[in-house]
Structures are given as C-alpha cells and as structure tokens.
C-alpha cells in the first residue's frame, strides 16, 4: 500500500526558507518519478516541481522556478522541496505524489506552509 508522509512546513516570514521532506513506502521509490504539489485555501492543487527517477531531470513551476529545488535520495526513499526566498502566496498545504506530470498515487495529508510577517 502507498503510503506518503509529508514533513518540514510551518511558519516561516517572507523571504525566508523551508525544507520539506517526503517519506515513501509501499511501491517501488526508486522507480518513479516524484513531485510536489500545493493547494492554497480556495484554490485548485497545483503542481511545484517534479524530479525524474534516478533525479536526472526536474521540472518547476514559472512561480518558483529560480526558488525551489526538488531532490531526491532513493537509497532513503525519500523526496525533498528547498523553498527559498518565499513569499506570501507560497503559502499552502503542500503534498508529494509519484508520478511527473500527473499523480499516480493517493494522498497523503500534507504539510501546512504559511508564508507570513
């Protein structure tokens, strides 16, 4: 069974910095591509960035690009997003799935990142 355990949200003030981290189990980690998504209050989940398998290629939304980088370490199955330089409407619940462009797998719950002074 697919399971998803997204950590390293929290409060953070504009400019500021978060990594947050995505433990997997149940499939086969090394064998996927990965991604990170967010939903903000009232808004559609959107994809962030996306990392292909063995991590050689990566794909970021033009609202982070430059900001966020998405790795991987396959040896931990494990997927991370670095957020730098945030900003207000960086503020969501960020969720990882499998998969580049479009899920593959459920949900896990997520972790609440609040960009604010």
């Known amino acids: 069974q697919v399971h998803l355990v997204e950590s390293g949200g929290g409060l953070v003030q504009p400019g500021g910095s978060l990594r947050l981290s995505c433990g997997a189990s149940?499939?086969?980690?090394?064998?996927?591509?990965m991604s990170w998504y967010r939903q903000a209050p009232g808004k559609e989940r959107e994809l962030v960035a996306a990392i292909t398998s063995a991590g050689g290629v990566t794909n970021y939304a033009d609202s982070v690009k430059g900001r966020f980088t998405i790795s991987r370490d396959n040896a931990k199955s494990t997927v991370y997003l670095q957020m730098n330089s945030l900003k207000p409407e960086d503020t969501a619940v960020y969720y990882c799935?499998?998969?580049?462009?479009?899920?593959?797998?459920?949900w896990g719950q997520g972790t609440q990142v609040t960009v604010s002074s």
């Open positions: 799935n499998a998969g580049f462009t479009l899920p593959l797998g459920s």
């Open positions: 149940g499939f086969t980690f090394s064998s996927y591509a």
